[in-house]
């Protein structure tokens, strides 16, 4: 779909793909940004591995996680997660949730996570830990239910982070930047600590350390330096989504996707740009209601060189 | 070959190749399916690493893990693992021998692997431990006798995956994806509880929790969301498998195979696409009995852009 | 800027992504080298990822850290450390400050870390340890005023390498190639250290040992064979820097920078060679004070191939 | 040069560059093999890291660890590692000098690294340890004189590996192939078994498992399907050696060598091959002692395809 999101979208293909590039997300795992017009929607992938979204995956929800388009393509099982985190705290902007192998071993063995080094402090001071089998013993782990998702909701309270029991962790963001680069951080952190308690003894920050440097990431070359390195290292490995070609109903039609695009390398060199190979042209034209118009500036924008894209 | 397993060949190649890709395996390792039409045969790649098995080297054995049609090529020597778990398992339908890093430990210290994460439970609730030493003695640890591979049978059980004493692990699945999705999980299940363990206190998932959770796996958008996320990382890496361009007989000419591929970005460049590099064409022709029509349908398929591919 | 400092600037972006290619530094941390003829200056990049650092982003300094010629990017926050130790050091050439992996479970246990091997006693017989606490109380820990950069300084004293409680490390060199040899082998030290202490009894290199080792990488052979092995391994991924091909100006601009490189391999592909992409040509020209002939030489430059440049 | 000795070293470049590729050794380290028609010569590369081993840069010693033909080049100053080793041990056709990081830990702890799985058992029954201060005091731990190399060969005796405290080890094997399988699964073993340590009991091979065990690679398929693995992983990072174009006498010149190579995706892109970018014809000509013929034999061999190189 082309429209006045088009640029959210294509930033929240990024940010999966950032986060699967750096380690914190694999097959499975999702991030979720809310509607910057009405707080009562948020914007998730269909069910995807985050690696591959593109900004023609990415729907729109109600709270209750439902699309707002009706919907045939497979969605996450467990978007309750974001939606019900939305609704308990008016102030967050992005969700992830993952399961990233920094922190599964203190899902496994309930140790708390607490934070060691200056960046690893935007995971703010405490990082609660919610077990599903208190309030609703034995399931398959997975957050697919409401009460469910609001029960994670209350755990995660205030803060930024809470562990899941044997499953993995949820992060929130007053922003998808400042998200990703606390999900990124938390696991350095959560690493840093593993080892740090092998070796012997260790402190955390102190508070008043904490609370002055869990703000270091706001500071005006923090959090852009950061996701340049990101975007950069993604874009070496031929890892930048392709940019919106289709209409928005294409992504209501369970066709099939491309296959696994070509190698990094192959993907500049034939004119017309990354929209070429893994974007909409290579696709046959899934739906009727394009017009002209539209398609010519979809066309224009895939011709477009990588370096007039990013603002 | 050329013939109606075709697409079964090319997806076992994939597996192998998945799986060298993801870690699982390395130099060595293989992994089977059964025949979709005859229970008393398997599928397997002649000796060869699995990252560079591709599906001429595929070839049919019966269960006592003979060739059906002679061949002079090398076969792999442990190749009665599956074979003889065939026999003993009636439900399996695919079978993976590997050493990975992340169980090697665990065979060599003899600590149980128990389900500690919502996707580790695909592993079951128990692994089985086989020591050789018990029936056999002193051997050079490899299973390559009948009985050898039948009493790793007995061992395996109605389990899904067994720990080989100095040696490594088998897993068996009711499918090939299935195998894949178990075979990853549970590496990365042994990774997290090796750490927690060190972290200090960990409990496993329970009985209920392990019942409802290891059966994820078959969600309708877990596996092949896994899958499309595995095989596209292998892609970007240049690792798929040529396509199938050979008859059957050429599999049983011990000719020395084309060189190392070139890098995956060379591969895309020139026109033709994959099978031109790695594949059928550039090596000469091997067998006189290829009519015209099937050689044209082998070119024509060669020549398809990665995009037309996938089902 | 095209001036006498061009091969410094080139080789100091090189040292950037050296350092981030090896793991030593990720989105933050940086590394300087003081001015060749002027003791009082320093250069050092403006605010990036050490991964991205071109050429043209490296300004001057004066011993307080202010650039020589205004400039209206982004700075460093932490540029004192250079300052502070090119004041109180007069033998240093080369700074780093880092947070790598391998060190900041040191800095969060306290653990000293100690030379363990032969290329290890590049760091030194001894590794202060710096706690912002103990003379400023709770701060963010990053180390942004004269004083704090004064008092690291000083706690680096004559040695080598100065670890940061909670922070990460800060090393010196006597030229640019010793302190990359010099971060790149106290990690592997660090490393090496931690799992030593795991297995068991460990002793460090004697005083007489590391006395002769810490000169091993100014024997004619090590340290060329160290930077050769680096630099191709940072060109093999396509990291190396653009060339210069800005009058010094630009780097006063705020301008966005192009957005992520294309992938390696496309890079060497379209006859003009790396300039054309990474660097100057792709950018609109910003500066009207170029003359002609400086023009032509940097375009000259920028053909050259990459055999070409090396000395 | 080009004589009946090219192959042997363009395998031994391919056995470098796996050694690096594989891990086993970064910008230190080296290995050689024996002269196949004279046991009291043997080749070895120039001083240069191993993943930039040329076919060219390798020269011919006594085993005095002279170069057989002056040598202006820089030569590795532990060479003698080599030379005391073929003088000790006539069965012995090569010989690795590494300092990989999964024996480091166990060289600088003292502990001793023993068989944990059948592929590890091919270091032998027992790794010696051997501590330079023994005999010699306080060195800088190079192995750089006759003596210190006669004594690493007296505790390395009848063994396959030999550990050199605070510095890294030595492997030896009866054939280069032997050598290379021999140093990439040693250090799994110790990999394993320092992880197996550390969840708790563990038990070696027994001495009947380790004397059957440790012929597995001598298995008609081991070898050279794990030499196959490891030569495609490297061909698709584009790590193979340039073919060998240059006479004998170029290897004497200490010219500077050509920068860094390009990137791996654009080797195979021009026509000419890999000797056209890496190799002999991007360079000047060194020596005016080339005939045409051989100049025209050296040429054709750079344009043969990487298909046709292989035995």
Redesign the interface.
């Known amino acids: 779909m082309t429209d006045k999101f088009d640029d959210l979208r294509h930033e929240l293909a990024v940010a999966n793909r950032i986060l699967a590039h750096e380690g914190v997300i ?3 795992g999702h991030l979720s940004v809310r509607h910057p017009d009405n707080p009562e929607r948020y914007f998730l992938s269909r ?3 985050p ?2 979204v593109e900004p023609d995956d990415i729907l729109e929800f109600d709270l209750d996680s439902q699309p707002v388009k009706p919907a045939t393509v ?4 467990e978007r309750v997660i974001h939606g019900e985190i939305f609704k308990a705290r008016p102030d967050v902007v992005a969700v992830c949730h993952h ?1 990233a ?1 920094a922190v ?8 708390p996570i607490v934070p ?4 690893g ?1 935007s995971m703010g001071a405490v990082a609660p830990f919610w077990d599903s ?1 208190d309030e609703f ?6 957050v697919v239910k409401s009460a469910e998702g609001a029960s994670l909701a209350r755990a995660l309270g205030k803060h930024s982070l809470v562990l899941m029991r ?3 962790a949820t992060v929130v963001g007053l922003s998808l930047r400042e998200l990703v680069f606390r999900s990124i951080y938390s696991c ?1 952190n959560a ?13 955390p ?2 508070p ?2 904490i ?3 869990q ?2 990431y706001q ?4 959090q852009s ?2 996701w ?13 989504p392709a940019p919106l070609t289709q209409l928005a109903s294409t992504a209501h039609l369970s066709l ?14 034939k004119g017309g740009g990354r929209g070429r190979v893994g974007g909409g042209v ?2 046959p034209a899934r739906t009727a209601d394009k017009n002209t118009a539209t398609k010519k500036a979809a066309a224009k924008k895939a011709a477009t ?7």
């Open positions: 694999d097959a499975f069910s995807r591995s690696e591959l497979q969605l996450y099982a399961h192998p599964m071993p203190f899902c496994i063995s309930g140790d060691v080094f200056h960046l402090a089998r013993g034995d399931t398959n782990l997975l044997r499953h993995g350095d690493r840093y600590l593993s080892e740090a308690k092998r070796l012997g003894n260790f402190s920050l102190t008043g350390e609370e002055v440097a703000a270091i500071l005006p070359n923090a330096r950061a340049e390195y990101w975007e950069t290292r993604l874009a070496k490995h031929g890892g930048l099939p996707r491309p296959p696994p695009q070509p190698s990094p390398a192959s993907r500049g060199l290579a696709r060189p990588k370096g007039g894209k990013r603002k």
